[in-house]
């Protein structure tokens, strides 16, 4: 029973490591995993751990199993960007910062579309947990952490008015990996980010979905751009 269990650990940082190594590009698009025995010791691990992780691995579109050619790695194109362990990854060797302005790009889309929803679909309720997490962010102005985190309320309260399901989840599985980053995660002004939420709030609660969308994907953007670091455009 003890061995079973570590398997799924044990896999875990197999195709961690693995799904890092090609995504820095030490496994090219092309080039062929090393030989089963290699692995085992490179990551200390059994052939049966070794096999299901390069499962998972072809699973998530990074590599194609080939009989007679091996497990070859395929190019990005074919990658589950959304994906959570390569996601991870892809933050993790952004040298551009690339991955973290596309991230951006497409979580405004998204919020946009969600916020556009909220404001047809507001109810008093939700207008009234909208206004909290606003107090709160207005109440902790000066505690960076406390209202970064009345912030992560008020945009999950947006995705609460919405019935679009689907969108709130890659919300939150794209914001989830964008926070891990250390260089999204810098100093913002907090001043403007709350008159941003305030502007939203305020066309939500007028219901008026089209200004909804368009000051909630600037909120967005801008957010981004007065935090993002110097560093050359991809």
Do not use: Y
Request: net charge negative; charged share 25%; hydrophobic share 40%.
């Amino acid at each position: 029973m003890a061995s079973r269990a570590r398997t799924p650990r044990l896999g875990v940082t197999v195709v961690a490591g693995l799904v890092d190594a090609i995504v820095r590009g030490d496994l090219p698009p092309g080039s062929s995993l090393p030989p089963e025995a290699v692995l085992c010791e490179q990551f200390g691990v059994s052939r049966t751990v070794i096999r299901e992780s390069v499962k998972r691995l072809e699973e998530k579109g990074l590599v194609t199993v080939a009989q007679g050619r091996g497990t070859q790695v395929l190019n990005a194109d074919s990658w589950n960007m959304v994906d959570a362990t390569v996601l991870s990854a892809l933050v993790a060797n952004d040298a551009t910062l690339g991955t973290l302005d596309d991230l951006s790009v497409v979580r405004a889309s998204l919020e946009g579309v969600i916020a556009r929803d909220a404001a047809g679909r507001r109810t008093p309720d939700g207008l009234e947990r909208l206004r909290e997490a606003l107090v709160r962010m207005r109440d902790t102005i000066e505690d960076e952490p406390r209202f970064n985190a009345a912030d992560v309320i008020f945009h999950a309260t947006v995705g609460e008015l919405t019935q679009n399901r689907l969108a709130v989840n890659l919300v939150t599985t794209l914001f989830g990996q964008a926070r891990e980053s250390a260089r999204f995660n810098l100093p913002s002004q907090l001043d403007v980010t709350l008159h941003e939420h305030e502007r939203v709030f305020a066309a939500i609660e007028a219901g008026d979905p089209d200004a909804a969308e368009q000051t909630m994907r600037a909120h967005i953007l801008d957010a981004w751009e007065r935090r993002r670091p110097p560093s050359p455009r991809h």
